[in-house]
């Protein structure tokens, strides 16, 4: 989906500017809402890489990839 790939390379560029969605140790978790569609790009941030965690529908199954957070990734 181009709409995806939008919002990833808009997060690769900034992706402090992105919702914040909490922490876990030293990991930073955010998301970016995808344009014109429902779905979201959840994403790890760490001091050297971003780490897509879950691309996720804002309706369906909410909150299925939340147990990915407590994760090492």
Not at 8 to 14: F, G, T
Not at 28 to 57: G, M, N, S, W
């Amino acid at each position: 989906m181009l709409a995806v790939r939008e919002t990833v390379l808009a997060l690769r560029e900034a992706p402090e500017s992105h919702s914040p969605l909490g922490e876990a140790g030293s990991f930073r978790f955010r998301q970016a809402k995808v344009r014109r569609f429902p779905y979201r790009v959840v994403f790890l941030e760490t001091d050297t890489e971003l780490l897509i965690v879950a691309v996720a529908h804002e309706r369906r199954r909410p909150g299925y990839w939340q147990s990915r957070l407590t994760e090492e990734p």
